[in-house]
Protein backbone atom coordinates (compact mmCIF):
# COMPACT_ATOMS: atom_id res chain seq x y z
CA UNK A 1 0.00 0.00 0.00
CA UNK A 2 2.83 2.27 0.78
CA UNK A 3 3.75 1.66 -2.80
CA UNK A 4 0.88 2.43 -3.95
CA UNK A 5 0.50 5.26 -2.55
CA UNK A 6 3.80 6.93 -3.50
CA UNK A 7 3.03 5.97 -7.21
CA UNK A 8 0.04 8.34 -7.33
CA UNK A 9 0.69 11.22 -9.66
CA UNK A 10 1.76 14.42 -8.71
CA UNK A 11 -1.73 15.55 -10.50
CA UNK A 12 -3.60 12.84 -8.58
CA UNK A 13 -1.88 13.63 -5.42
CA UNK A 14 -2.72 17.54 -5.55
CA UNK A 15 -6.74 16.84 -6.85
CA UNK A 16 -7.05 14.36 -3.81
CA UNK A 17 -6.21 16.91 -1.18
CA UNK A 18 -8.52 19.80 -2.61
CA UNK A 19 -11.24 17.08 -2.42
CA UNK A 20 -10.40 15.58 0.88
CA UNK A 21 -9.99 19.34 1.71
CA UNK A 22 -13.88 19.58 0.40
CA UNK A 23 -15.23 17.00 2.07
CA UNK A 24 -13.43 17.60 5.38
CA UNK A 25 -15.24 21.38 5.42
CA UNK A 26 -18.84 20.21 5.05
CA UNK A 27 -18.14 18.49 8.70
CA UNK A 28 -19.68 19.86 11.91
CA UNK A 29 -16.71 18.46 13.57
CA UNK A 30 -14.47 20.26 11.02
CA UNK A 31 -16.45 23.54 11.01
CA UNK A 32 -17.00 23.54 14.83
CA UNK A 33 -13.44 23.27 15.37
CA UNK A 34 -10.80 25.92 16.97
CA UNK A 35 -7.72 24.43 17.49
CA UNK A 36 -6.54 21.15 15.10
CA UNK A 37 -3.68 19.15 14.70
CA UNK A 38 -2.72 17.92 11.54
CA UNK A 39 0.75 16.61 10.03
CA UNK A 40 3.18 17.26 7.45
CA UNK A 41 2.84 15.01 4.18
CA UNK A 42 5.38 12.42 3.36
CA UNK A 43 5.79 9.44 1.25
CA UNK A 44 2.86 10.04 -0.86
CA UNK A 45 0.43 10.67 2.57
CA UNK A 46 -2.42 12.97 1.77
CA UNK A 47 -1.33 16.17 1.63
CA UNK A 48 -3.22 18.28 4.45
CA UNK A 49 -1.91 21.61 2.65
CA UNK A 50 -5.24 23.14 1.44
CA UNK A 51 -6.85 21.81 5.10
CA UNK A 52 -3.76 23.99 6.75
CA UNK A 53 -4.59 26.91 4.42
CA UNK A 54 -8.03 26.80 4.75
CA UNK A 55 -7.53 26.75 8.73
CA UNK A 56 -4.96 29.81 8.34
CA UNK A 57 -7.77 31.95 6.62
CA UNK A 58 -10.45 31.20 8.97
CA UNK A 59 -8.59 31.85 11.86
CA UNK A 60 -7.76 28.92 13.54
CA UNK A 61 -4.72 27.80 15.43
CA UNK A 62 -3.01 24.85 13.77
CA UNK A 63 -0.81 21.89 15.78
CA UNK A 64 1.71 19.45 14.55
CA UNK A 65 2.77 16.29 15.97
CA UNK A 66 6.36 15.91 17.51
CA UNK A 67 8.52 12.73 18.61
CA UNK A 68 8.22 13.10 22.39
CA UNK A 69 11.57 13.53 23.93
CA UNK A 70 11.29 11.36 26.89
CA UNK A 71 8.07 8.89 26.83
CA UNK A 72 9.05 5.96 24.09
CA UNK A 73 6.57 5.95 20.95
CA UNK A 74 4.84 8.58 21.67
CA UNK A 75 3.85 12.35 20.01
CA UNK A 76 2.76 14.87 21.68
CA UNK A 77 1.33 18.69 20.06
CA UNK A 78 2.32 21.98 19.29
CA UNK A 79 1.33 24.83 18.33
CA UNK A 80 2.65 25.77 13.74
CA UNK A 81 2.30 29.10 13.74
CA UNK A 82 2.65 30.53 9.84
CA UNK A 83 6.19 30.74 8.85
CA UNK A 84 7.51 29.18 11.88
CA UNK A 85 11.24 27.55 11.09
CA UNK A 86 11.26 23.29 10.91
CA UNK A 87 13.56 21.03 11.85
CA UNK A 88 13.73 17.29 11.16
CA UNK A 89 13.36 14.73 13.36
CA UNK A 90 15.27 11.44 13.69
CA UNK A 91 12.94 9.93 11.06
CA UNK A 92 13.72 13.15 8.74
CA UNK A 93 10.20 14.45 9.67
CA UNK A 94 10.24 18.26 9.88
CA UNK A 95 8.87 19.81 13.18
CA UNK A 96 8.40 23.07 14.88
CA UNK A 97 11.16 24.15 17.50
CA UNK A 98 8.49 23.64 20.65
CA UNK A 99 8.96 26.05 23.00
CA UNK A 100 7.11 25.05 26.49
CA UNK A 101 4.08 27.39 26.12
CA UNK A 102 3.07 26.05 22.84
CA UNK A 103 3.18 22.52 23.68
CA UNK A 104 -1.42 21.66 23.88
CA UNK A 105 -2.42 18.60 26.18
CA UNK A 106 -4.29 16.42 23.95
CA UNK A 107 -7.68 17.49 25.93
CA UNK A 108 -7.56 21.11 24.33
CA UNK A 109 -7.54 20.11 21.29
CA UNK A 110 -11.02 19.94 18.66
CA UNK A 111 -9.81 17.54 16.22
CA UNK A 112 -6.71 15.86 15.14
CA UNK A 113 -6.25 14.93 11.52
CA UNK A 114 -4.77 11.25 11.56
CA UNK A 115 -2.80 10.22 8.84
CA UNK A 116 -2.68 6.24 7.90
CA UNK A 117 -1.59 3.73 5.38
CA UNK A 118 -4.64 1.73 4.72
CA UNK A 119 -8.19 2.29 6.22
CA UNK A 120 -11.65 0.54 6.21
CA UNK A 121 -15.13 1.23 5.79
CA UNK A 122 -15.88 1.16 9.27
CA UNK A 123 -12.92 3.54 9.84
CA UNK A 124 -10.38 1.28 11.07
CA UNK A 125 -6.76 2.35 10.68
CA UNK A 126 -3.65 0.78 9.97
CA UNK A 127 -0.45 2.96 10.48
CA UNK A 128 2.31 2.70 9.56
CA UNK A 129 3.44 0.29 12.34
CA UNK A 130 4.86 2.18 15.05
CA UNK A 131 2.05 2.41 16.91
CA UNK A 132 2.58 6.32 17.09
CA UNK A 133 -0.86 7.02 16.85
CA UNK A 134 -2.05 4.52 19.07
CA UNK A 135 0.06 5.23 22.26
CA UNK A 136 -0.81 8.66 22.05
CA UNK A 137 -4.40 8.70 21.55
CA UNK A 138 -5.36 5.54 23.25
CA UNK A 139 -5.36 7.41 26.96
CA UNK A 140 -7.56 9.55 25.55
CA UNK A 141 -9.91 7.20 24.09
CA UNK A 142 -9.98 5.02 27.37
CA UNK A 143 -11.04 8.47 28.95
CA UNK A 144 -13.67 9.08 26.80
CA UNK A 145 -16.16 9.88 29.50
CA UNK A 146 -13.50 13.40 29.23
CA UNK A 147 -13.53 15.79 26.67
CA UNK A 148 -11.31 14.07 23.89
CA UNK A 149 -10.50 15.45 20.43
CA UNK A 150 -12.35 14.19 17.43
CA UNK A 151 -10.20 12.39 15.33
CA UNK A 152 -10.37 11.99 11.36
CA UNK A 153 -7.97 10.25 9.39
CA UNK A 154 -7.64 11.76 5.67
CA UNK A 155 -6.32 9.36 3.12
CA UNK A 156 -6.71 8.64 -0.78
CA UNK A 157 -9.97 6.23 -1.46
CA UNK A 158 -7.55 3.35 -2.76
CA UNK A 159 -6.28 3.15 0.55
CA UNK A 160 -9.17 1.45 1.27
CA UNK A 161 -9.15 -2.46 2.30
CA UNK A 162 -11.68 -4.53 2.26
CA UNK A 163 -11.61 -5.19 6.13
CA UNK A 164 -9.13 -4.87 9.17
CA UNK A 165 -9.13 -6.49 12.47
CA UNK A 166 -8.22 -3.90 15.09
CA UNK A 167 -5.95 -5.16 17.62
CA UNK A 168 -6.84 -4.28 21.26
CA UNK A 169 -4.66 -1.47 21.37
CA UNK A 170 -5.68 0.20 18.15
CA UNK A 171 -7.68 3.61 18.44
CA UNK A 172 -10.84 4.00 16.95
CA UNK A 173 -11.25 7.22 14.38
CA UNK A 174 -14.07 8.89 14.59
CA UNK A 175 -14.32 8.55 10.31
CA UNK A 176 -11.93 8.77 7.79
CA UNK A 177 -12.30 11.30 4.81
CA UNK A 178 -11.18 10.95 1.47
CA UNK A 179 -11.95 12.26 -2.07
CA UNK A 180 -14.49 10.15 -2.77
CA UNK A 181 -16.31 10.96 0.51
CA UNK A 182 -16.85 10.10 4.19
CA UNK A 183 -16.44 6.51 6.20
CA UNK A 184 -18.14 6.94 9.84
CA UNK A 185 -16.69 4.95 12.63
CA UNK A 186 -18.93 2.03 14.62
CA UNK A 187 -19.15 2.70 18.40
N1 LIG B 1 -1.09 1.92 23.65
C1 LIG B 1 -0.06 1.12 23.46
N2 LIG B 1 0.69 0.67 24.49
C2 LIG B 1 1.73 -0.13 24.28
N3 LIG B 1 2.15 -0.55 23.06
C3 LIG B 1 1.46 -0.13 22.00
C4 LIG B 1 0.33 0.73 22.14
N4 LIG B 1 -0.14 0.98 20.90
C5 LIG B 1 0.65 0.30 20.05
N5 LIG B 1 1.60 -0.36 20.70
C6 LIG B 1 2.63 -1.22 20.09
O1 LIG B 1 3.07 -0.62 18.88
C7 LIG B 1 3.23 -1.63 17.89
C8 LIG B 1 2.73 -1.11 16.56
O2 LIG B 1 1.35 -0.89 16.63
P1 LIG B 1 0.47 -1.05 15.31
O3 LIG B 1 -0.97 -0.83 15.68
O4 LIG B 1 0.83 -2.33 14.62
O5 LIG B 1 1.05 0.15 14.43
P2 LIG B 1 0.28 1.22 13.54
O6 LIG B 1 -0.93 1.67 14.31
O7 LIG B 1 1.30 2.28 13.32
O8 LIG B 1 -0.09 0.48 12.30
C9 LIG B 1 2.46 -2.86 18.36
O9 LIG B 1 3.29 -3.96 18.30
C10 LIG B 1 2.02 -2.56 19.76
O10 LIG B 1 2.53 -3.52 20.64
MG1 LIG C 1 -2.38 0.57 15.20
Redesign the pocket.
Given at each position: MRRQRLQLPAVQQRQHALLVCKNLSRLRPFQKARRIALYLAANGELDPTPIAKLCRRTRRQLYLPLLHPFSH?RLFFCAWQEHALLQPNRFGILEPCCRGNSRKPLRSLDLILVPL?AFDASAQ???????????TL??ARRESCWKRPYLIGIAHEMQKVATITP?P??VQLDAVVTEAGVYWGKF
Open positions: GVRIGMGGGFYDRGKQWD
